[in-house]
């Protein structure tokens, strides 16, 4: 089982939609990521919340909107896509210890999302 | 920022051989190098990790290697079997929580 959970599997959207992916994690974890990865290519960082505070924002542009509502959850708000925005979304959560992320990252399955 | 480089892109080794993945990383102030596998149609999961502080680490057919100096940590995987198939990522981690991934490995175990 993945301790990781995201919904939807997959999503199609058009550019004009507004669309939320969830994450949501029970592992005590207070540090949550967003990733992306395109077909044969590793996974690039989004967005970074340590302790439910956004902490890194890759330059990522503002039709993605991330929120962390408590420190279980994870949402990524979607608003006037691009068909190159398709993409697999991985969401990943990892131990913060004394303020370092020296820890492996959980990875849940993704959301398969197509922008038509 | 990080830039992080991965070689080969693909393997392909014979089922009980050695496989050797290389990767270098720019920033000295990376300190956490995991190693992620992904099957096809997968989610990443970790396999193994090493921190700044130690040289090497072994979990049964699987070994890492760091060399701070030089900036560049290896994986080995002995006596390859058909399921460890699949891409491999190598990753340098700031304290910060940035993960940066090199391009990935395609590893083929032929039985």
């Known amino acids: 089982d993945t301790e990781v959970t995201q919904t939807p599997k997959h999503l199609v959207m058009g550019m004009t939609n507004k669309k939320s992916l969830k994450c949501e994690q029970h592992?005590?974890?207070?540090?949550m990521y967003w990733y992306k990865q395109k077909a044969k290519k590793p996974p690039e960082l989004m967005f970074v919340y340590s302790y439910e505070k956004l902490s890194i924002n890759e330059s990522v542009p503002s039709r993605f909107s991330p929120e962390c509502p408590n420190s279980s959850l994870l949402n990524l708000h979607l608003h006037a896509l691009q068909p190159e925005d398709s993409a697999l979304y991985l969401c990943?959560?990892?131990?913060?210890?004394?303020?370092?992320?020296?820890?492996?990252?959980?990875f849940g399955n993704g959301t398969r999302l197509t922008v038509t | 920022g990080e830039n992080v480089e991965q070689h080969p892109s693909t393997l392909s080794v014979q089922e009980g051989d050695s496989a050797v993945i290389k990767c270098t990383y720019s920033d000295s102030a990376s300190n956490y190098f995991p190693w992620y596998k992904q099957e096809l149609g997968k989610r990443p999961q970790l396999i193994i990790d090493?921190?700044?502080?130690?040289g090497e680490k072994k979990d049964q057919r699987i070994a890492v290697t760091l060399n701070k100096t030089a900036k560049h940590f290896s994986l080995h995987i002995t006596e390859t079997q058909p399921e460890d198939s699949a891409v491999y990522f190598c990753a340098a981690s700031s304290r910060a929580g940035k993960s940066t991934f090199g391009d990935g490995t395609t590893l083929t175990v032929k039985p």
């Open positions: 090493i921190r700044s502080n130690v």
């Open positions: 592992m005590g974890h207070r540090a």
């Open positions: 990943a959560s990892s131990q913060v210890d004394m303020g370092f992320h020296n820890s492996p990252l959980h």
